[in-house]
């Protein structure tokens, strides 16, 4: 392989977010994807020996983990496996990155603050998460930073698109079953589409390339940017802006938090500020409702 077609070891490629960055990294070198379904290399995180072997075999210039254990009521009652993925493998993948000088780009989540603001979260916010999830994903961050490999962290929300399992195509499929859903209004935050994620996660991954191959994240080392869209919404604005872009009838009765328990509990207001990675890379992206139709013209034309 030439110097300018590093290898980037790609964890999580099945995922919403995976499924993106496999071909928007595409461009930056050659995409190695390991994992359970179809990877390129069979990886089971739960056995973290597996990880440490595959990752001394490749030695790859850059590893992305898109991995996580998102199911966030799940979490509450399998906390050790929510902290396995989203902490211990992270740090593992952070020693393994100090050890052989590989930088690591990671994701993360608003589930980290409390909810509780009047301004859209800043990266430097006391985070105070309320869930498994966020805790287990906090100590992640932690735990990366803590390893002293060359990393950054893009926190991200909402996340959704074509594939996997998120709130667009649960809503599309109700929405095809129900005459009447009720949906929460008093929580707020940015729907993202995961294609708006990997592209702008490779373009600063782009800057970051050296013309020797490597990637080098230089003063940005250890930082962490948040990346959502812009604009907020609440679940109901989200779920009624689908629905105004579907053909089929339902009412949508906006309900409170209270009136909808879950296990977890979320944030109310998780919307965050992404004025730093517009500084630092000059990524931006635009409002969440001009994400969604995009999402949803492609899929209309992939006949989804
Ligand atoms: N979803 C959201 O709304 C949201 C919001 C904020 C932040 N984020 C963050 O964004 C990132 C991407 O999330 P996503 O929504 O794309 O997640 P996702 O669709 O749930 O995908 C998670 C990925 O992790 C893999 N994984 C889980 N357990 C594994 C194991 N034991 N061994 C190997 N692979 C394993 C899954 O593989 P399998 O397919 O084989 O299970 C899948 O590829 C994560 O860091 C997440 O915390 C997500």
Redesign the pocket.
Do not use: C, E, M, P
């Given at each position: 392989m030439s110097e300018a077609s590093p290898l980037i070891l790609l964890?999580?490629?099945?995922?919403?977010?995976?499924w993106e960055l496999r071909r928007t990294l595409a461009t930056l070198g050659e995409v190695a994807t390991a994992?359970?379904?179809g990877a390129d290399h069979y990886?089971?995180?739960?056995d973290g020996a597996a990880l440490d072997v595959l990752v001394h075999d490749l030695r790859p210039a850059l590893m992305v983990?898109?991995?996580?254990?998102?199911a966030v009521d799940k979490a509450e009652t399998e906390e050790k496996l929510a902290y396995r993925?989203?902490a211990e493998v992270v740090g593992e993948m952070g020693r393994l990155g100090a050890e052989m000088d590989i930088p690591v780009l990671?994701?993360?989540?608003?589930?980290v603050f409390s909810g509780v603001a009047d301004r859209p979260w800043k990266e430097n916010d006391e985070p105070a998460p309320r869930s498994i999830y966020g805790k287990s994903?906090l100590a992640g961050e932690q735990a990366l930073f803590a390893s002293r490999a060359e990393h950054l962290i893009l926190?991200?929300?909402?996340?959704?698109g074509a594939r996997?399992?998120?709130f667009l195509l649960t809503m599309q499929r109700l929405f095809a079953e129900k005459d009447r859903l009720k949906v929460v209004a008093d929580q707020f935050g940015a729907p993202t589409w995961?294609r708006f994620i990997a592209e702008a996660a490779s373009q600063v991954l782009a800057q970051c390339k050296t013309p020797q191959g490597q990637f080098r994240f230089g003063r940005h080392d250890g930082q962490v940017f948040h990346l959502t869209a812009a604009g907020q919404a609440s679940w109901h604005e989200f779920a009624q802006a689908i629905l105004e872009q579907t053909a089929e009838d339902c009412v949508l009765d906006p309900i409170s938090t209270e009136q909808y328990p879950t296990p977890a509990a979320r944030p109310a207001y998780s919307v965050l500020d992404n004025d730093n990675l517009a500084a630092a890379f000059g990524v931006r992206l635009p409002h969440w409702r001009r994400g969604l139709a995009l999402c949803l013209e492609e899929m209309r034309d992939a006949g989804a």
């Open positions: 964890f999580g490629h099945s995922g919403q977010l995976g994992g359970v379904d990886l089971d995180l739960t983990n898109a991995t996580a254990y998102t993925i989203n990671h994701f993360s989540t608003d589930y994903k926190r991200t929300a909402w996340v959704y996997g399992r998120n995961s």
